[in-house]
């Protein structure tokens, strides 16, 4: 794959609902850091995520979160999930599948990443708290991952093995699918070759 290839790896999205104002930039082979969702939670883990996975990745959103965070989750999920979905293009020469362990002192977490066309999650985490900090409900990162799962298209197997503080459990996770990403977006071999039998991943 050419450097010019490579350069284009990369997904832009505007978001504007009542509820919420996004944009946000994504780069799959790195780049710049810079989030700010009103949510400093949301923050810790798209930072987390960026960095681990090695992406760049630039956040500004706007919206109802003061009221409950529900909503900025939901969106900053759908639009980080469209901008990886533009990154990937026809997902010619890329390795397709990735997985990856990550641990966060007692918190374990596995996620396993298919870039197959198909949109399909299992989430199986029970988070052991019901919150994490003050007002981010633990049920936000499953619905966090479903969105970006969605709007990506990829099928996504996420596994927290085990966990006692749900801050550590969300935070492996993220790391986890991060890695995971990292792995099954990475070009390899032919960059004309779309890695499956039908020859279209879609």
Not at 146 to 159: E, Q, S
Request: proline share 4%; charged share 20%; with cysteine.
């Amino acid at each position: 794959m050419s450097a010019g290839e490579l350069a284009a790896r990369t997904g832009y999205v505007e978001r504007s609902t009542l509820e919420t104002e996004i944009t946000l930039a994504f780069e799959l082979d790195g780049g710049a850091i810079d989030v700010a969702t009103e949510v400093p939670f949301l923050d810790h883990m798209l930072d987390a995520l960026g960095r681990h996975g090695r992406f760049g990745l630039g956040v500004r959103c706007a919206g109802d979160a003061a009221m409950d965070p529900h909503h900025t989750v939901e969106d900053v999920g759908i639009a980080l999930g469209q901008a990886v979905r533009q990154a990937l293009g026809n997902r010619a020469g890329i390795a397709r599948y990735g997985h990856a362990y990550a641990p966060l002192d007692e918190a374990l977490a596995r996620v396993v990443v298919d870039c197959s066309g198909r949109p399909f999650l299992h989430f199986a985490a029970e988070m052991p708290e019901p919150t994490i900090g003050t007002g981010f409900a633990s049920s936000l990162v499953e619905e966090f991952w479903r969105a970006v799962v969605t709007n990506a298209a990829l099928t996504v197997h996420i596994d927290l093995l085990r966990a006692r503080n749900a801050h550590h459990a969300a935070e492996a996770i993220f790391k986890a699918g991060a890695l995971a990403l990292r792995d099954a977006s990475r070009a390899v071999g032919d960059p004309a070759a779309v890695p499956s039998t039908k020859g279209v991943l879609a």
